[in-house]
């Protein structure tokens, strides 16, 4: 019995391990039934994918490039670009209130197309054919880098893990839009600028996804390669800051969840990320950005148009610089002329005298008048003398006058010297008058004694003419000579003040010496003088401060300038080109669904998204996890990517045009793929989505409902792309200035009465 029992209980394990291993088997070819399913099924929606991106960036250039050759005129600001582009061909130096690169990649191709830069750009409508430009080429740059807009759109939705019809909605909204066509097939440099841009938000992407592959090599290739775009994106125009802002904030805000305790990772650990982050989006932007600056210098190397914007000490290291062809020491003894830096009037002085008494009842010294005077003048020589007790009597009386010495300034045709004292200007009771005295007066002389300070001078700095800046210190007080536009009254000839400052660091303190009278060619102005050397860092430092200063100083109005609240809604757009005789223009605008379709998406996100959060505050959680994490990773990357190239405008007291917001718009085209994908794809639990009632869940399957939710997006998608290329197709005249519309054709295109376009028919005609 037992061993007929043991025999039994043999047969029973052996059947068993035989069923189980059939049944392995079993599962093991359904396993492999469906990975094969379903790696075929990838494999077809990556054919599928790359079909859609390859029509998508053929369309693209045939959109930018059409009638590309049209107008053969310089259109808007072409005069700057194309101008700039031929100063570098010509090494000229120029100054711009925007960074190198893309006015770089200009010069490029022109260098390419061997063009020699002859053509200086001068005004709208000046013929291209004539001169013999290749303005072609010069916009096949732009132009190219514009119609890759489309296909990174298409791979930044596909990249942040959205199906084919979303990624083809964003690139399509891209794709059809009349503003991005307009100016990426024209020499500007926006094209460079947003296409960098969206190279930035690919690479970052791309490394986010990484994120569970921490410090491997396509990790770091990556991180590396979004610091380059970064980098790039700075160089073509100083609103690149935005990037780096959007991208910043990402970045702080992956470091923070990664600082989070529950994460488990060391204080060790959190500091290779943060150094390996701080290489990358830091040092390397960094890097890139001071690299094309270099260039830049490198480059122009010539006396330009730009000089003037520069220090004197920056213009010496350019060859043929009035510098050095007419700076000369100044020596004891000179008569020279003394210009305001700022404002450019001469030093003056003449016979007439203050009023007595201002018409504010002060009272004043009743001395020769001390003005700034704009023209040339006998009246602006001043003869420069040493101050006694300060000047060693072992030099020659004819020595030049360097960095610190104190001298006295005789006005030559009155025989007086300059001095300041302690009564009130004319028009600024909290600054010094500025008179002159005989020369005989001794009792005064200490007042007449003025120190010079050499803008960045030492002591063995020498005063020279055009190429020193310089401050005029008074021994008695210590104020700083100074002048400002204010004119005085008629008794003053309503010449400029010239007053006293306290406050003797101001920068509008300089001053320079315009020339020194009589000098002629002798052997000092007839001998070649050497180029001086520069560091880069301080030619670097010097433009960085005068790009930001002049860029916030461009607040003179344009008739086609606007505000940053109107820019979302298209309110008003700008006349690139016309040609009266045959009623063509180029009207700046973009396309008004697709421009609409995008604001109304992002106020459709912020309602969804402040339900929500609502919602969750009493309890209820109307949207999946799954998709609140997707809106706010996703959706929120893009949204925050749109206020930062938006909301900063509002802050600008510059003049703004629309162009302005071409960034932000891409932006916010991104933001309407994800509100599509939330309203047409959001789960196959969710049939409210898409019009279905709760009570036929239960009697649908899964994949009939992700069929017809499938369906619905795609039909929603083909509706909309199609409504967005007919508006397309409408605006076109106006986006490539071809012929063709009469006046009447032209005012139906009027959507809002503040689009100007001209040639339209006048209303009550």
Not at 20 to 26: A, F, R, Y
Not at 359 to 384: K, M
């Amino acid at each position: 019995m037992p061993e007929h029992r043991s025999f039994r209980n043999r047969q029973e394990k052996q059947s068993s391990s035989q069923s189980e291993k059939q049944h392995s088997q079993e599962y093991d070819i359904d396993d492999k039934k469906k990975e094969s399913v379903v790696r075929f099924s990838d494999d077809k929606e990556d054919i599928l994918s790359w079909i859609v991106l390859a029509l998508l960036t053929f369309l693209g250039f045939v959109t930018r490039f059409w009638m590309i050759s049209y107008p053969d005129q310089v259109v808007f600001d072409e005069v700057h670009f194309g101008k700039f582009a031929s100063f570098y061909l010509k090494r000229q130096y120029y100054f711009d209130v925007h960074p190198p690169l893309a006015k770089l990649m200009l010069a490029g191709m022109g260098w390419l197309l061997g063009y020699d830069g002859h053509f200086e750009f001068d005004n709208i409508g000046d013929d291209y054919i004539a001169n013999d430009v290749p303005y072609m080429g010069f916009r096949a740059l732009p132009a190219t880098l514009g119609a890759l807009f489309v296909p990174l759109t298409y791979m930044i939705i596909k990249e942040s893990g959205y199906p084919i019809v979303t990624a083809l909605f964003a690139a399509g909204l891209v794709l059809f839009d009349n503003a991005l066509i307009c100016q990426t097939r024209l020499i500007l440099l926006d094209s460079m600028l947003v296409f960098f841009m969206l190279c930035t938000f690919y690479c970052y992407i791309r490394f986010y996804k990484l994120r569970l592959r921490e410090f491997s090599n396509e990790w770091y290739i990556w991180l590396i390669a979004c610091g380059v775009c970064l980098g790039l994106t700075l160089s073509v125009k100083m609103v690149g800051l935005f990037t780096v802002a959007t991208i910043g904030y990402a970045v702080l805000t992956d470091l923070w969840n990664l600082l989070d305790i529950k994460r488990g990772l060391s204080m060790t650990q959190f500091r290779k990320h943060f150094f390996a982050r701080a290489l990358g989006l830091i040092v390397v932007p960094l890097a890139i950005y001071l690299f094309w600056f270099y260039i830049h210098f490198l480059v122009l190397s010539k006396s330009g148009a730009g000089d003037a914007f520069m220090s004197p000490a920056f213009q010496e290291t350019l060859e043929g610089n009035v510098m050095s062809l007419q700076s000369y020491a100044i020596k004891y003894n000179d008569i020279i002329t003394i210009k305001h830096k700022d404002t450019s009037v001469f030093l003056h002085s003449h016979l007439a005298r203050y009023p007595l008494r201002y018409d504010d009842g002060r009272i004043s010294s009743a001395g020769q008048q001390v003005t700034g005077y704009p023209y040339e003048d006998l009246n602006n020589h001043w003869r420069v003398l040493p101050a006694e007790g300060f000047f060693d009597e072992s030099r020659p009386e004819n020595d030049t006058v360097s960095h610190g010495d104190h001298i006295l300034l005789v006005h030559v045709n009155t025989g007086t010297h300059l001095l300041t004292h302690d009564v009130a200007s004319p028009t600024m009771p909290t600054n010094q008058e500025f008179t002159t005295v005989e020369a005989n007066d001794t009792s005064r002389y200490n007042e007449t004694i003025f120190q010079v300070l050499i803008n960045d001078g030492d002591e063995d700095t020498v005063w020279k003419t055009k190429s020193s800046y310089f401050k005029l210190i008074h021994f008695d007080t210590k104020v700083a000579l100074w002048t400002h536009k204010k004119t005085l009254p008629e008794w003053g000839f309503k010449q400029q003040e010239i007053n006293g400052n306290k406050n003797s660091k101001e920068k509008s303190n300089l001053w320079y010496a315009n020339e020194i009278i009589g000098k002629s060619n002798d052997t000092e102005s007839s001998a070649p003088k050497p180029l001086k050397h520069l560091p880069f860092y301080s030619k670097f430092f010097e433009l960085q401060g005068l790009m930001i200063s002049h860029n916030s100083g461009l607040t003179k109005p344009h008739p086609y300038s606007s505000g940053p609240i109107n820019w979302p809604f298209l309110v008003r757009g700008i006349s690139f080109w016309t040609f009266g005789d045959k009623k063509q223009q180029i009207y700046f605008l973009g396309n008004p669904f697709t421009w609409w379709l995008a604001i109304g998406s992002i106020a459709v996100l912020v309602g969804v998204l402040s339900a929500d959060l609502i919602s969750r505050r009493r309890g209820i959680q109307p949207i999946p996890n799954p998709i609140r994490n997707r809106l706010y990773n996703s959706a929120g990357f893009f949204s925050i990517a749109w206020l930062f190239h938006y909301i900063p405008f509002f802050l600008m007291g510059r003049s703004l045009f629309l162009h302005h917001y071409l960034p932000g718009l891409i932006c916010s085209y991104l933001v309407a793929a994800t509100v599509f994908q939330f309203m047409f794809i959001r789960s196959i639990n969710y049939p409210i989505s898409i019009g279905l009632p709760h009570k036929s869940t239960s009697k649908i399957s899964k994949s009939v409902l992700k069929a017809n939710v499938d369906y619905l997006a795609k039909i929603c998608c083909a509706v909309l792309l199609s409504v967005a290329g007919m508006i397309f197709i409408f605006y076109a005249p106006m986006t490539y200035g071809t012929p063709g519309l009469e006046s009447d054709d032209i005012s139906r295109r009027q959507w809002l009465e503040t689009w100007d376009f001209h040639f339209q028919t006048k209303k009550g005609t």
